[in-house]
């Protein structure tokens, strides 16, 4: 079975930046479509971005575009989320799964959560 476990979260003010990584236990990261999801208190869990399996293609979220950025390192299993210009509102706790397809950013297509990251944007 697949595992991921996410790591890089922490408390920042507006305006710094985290990356975030997602790493894989026990398989190739280019071999599946991987995203990464966020939940904010009283919110829904929402796709950020993902990177697609087949070449490596990104899609991201509005709220985060021209922000955040999405990457993978094949050799190190390992998945990561750039956040750069960080605002409160991206406040919340961070996710990484395995998609069962190429460009999708809706939770209900994806598998084998890690257990989150929090990121919380302060001042």
């Known amino acids: 079975q697949a595992r991921l476990v996410e790591s890089g979260g922490g408390k920042v003010q507006p305006g710094e930046s985290l990356k975030l990584s997602c790493a894989a236990a026990?398989?190739?990261?280019?071999?599946?479509?991987i995203g990464w999801f966020r939940r904010a208190p009283g919110k829904e869990r929402e796709g950020v971005a993902c990177?697609?399996?087949?070449?490596?293609?990104?899609y991201y979220a509005d709220s985060i575009k021209g922000r955040f950025s999405i990457s993978r390192d094949n050799t190190k299993k390992t998945v990561y989320l750039q956040m750069n210009s960080l605002k409160p509102e991206d406040t919340a706790v961070y996710y990484c799964?395995?998609?069962?397809?190429?460009?999708?950013?809706?939770?209900?297509?994806?598998?084998?959560w890690g257990q989150g990251t929090q990121v919380t944007v302060s001042s």
């Open positions: 026990d398989f190739a990261v280019d071999y599946h479509a």
């Open positions: 799964a395995v998609g069962r397809r190429d460009g999708s950013r809706k939770p209900d297509e994806y598998d084998y």
């Open positions: 990177i697609n399996r087949s070449d490596g293609t990104t």
